[in-house]
């Protein structure tokens, strides 16, 4: 038993030291970084490393970074595509809004607008409950609208309410659905 919780605590250790040389090498040098990442053998700290290189150069060449991550697999990159989304997000909403409206829908866009949509709820809920609508899947769009308009409901109800009541009639009815669960929940401000 001891030598299983060694191995664990051991593998644990490496596993956060590779991520974390792989977050420093990646913002200095993303190439370098993925050459380095290559030749990673264990699979979960390759894993680790490929998220961490990802959610990095996200912040810094974000389309080069999704570029590079869908070329992998997906077991290897979903981590990674996810923290490059949300380093976008957080860094330049502009270029991000850009690439979202020239882009095709699918999945890493819907992926796109829930991050977008997340970074926006602290500012700009009305942008998040649109960004969510955009979604093309049908499940993704409604769970964002309804963790969007419980968000809103805590920092500023009546302006949640106005927009429910401003927009029901163009919402889909699986959308209204949700949304009416959601607003038959009683809320705790924040």
Not at 38 to 67: C, Y
């Amino acid at each position: 038993m001891f030598q299983s919780i060694t191995t664990s605590c051991s593998r644990r250790h490496k596993n956060e030291a590779a991520a974390t040389l792989a977050t420093v090498w990646a913002a200095s040098d993303s190439r370098a970084a993925i050459a380095r990442s290559e030749s990673v053998s264990d699979a979960d700290t390759r894993r680790q490393v490929i998220a961490h290189i990802g959610t990095t150069w996200g912040a810094i060449e974000p389309v080069a970074a999704l570029e590079w991550l869908n070329s992998l697999p997906p077991a290897q990159s979903t981590d990674g595509v996810t923290g490059a989304l949300y380093s976008w997000a957080g860094t330049d909403l502009g270029g991000m809004q850009d690439w979202i409206s020239q882009s095709a829908a699918g999945s890493l866009t819907d992926l796109a607008r829930q991050s977008l949509g997340d970074v926006l709820t602290a500012t700009n809920q009305p942008d998040a409950m649109s960004l969510a609508l955009g979604m093309s899947s049908e499940i993704a769009r409604n769970e964002a609208l309804a963790r969007y308009f419980r968000e809103w409901r805590k920092t500023d109800d009546a302006s949640a309410q106005d927009w429910l009541q401003t927009n029901w009639n163009s919402l889909p009815a699986t959308a209204q659905t949700q949304l009416t669960a959601v607003q038959g929940k009683a809320v705790m401000p924040k």
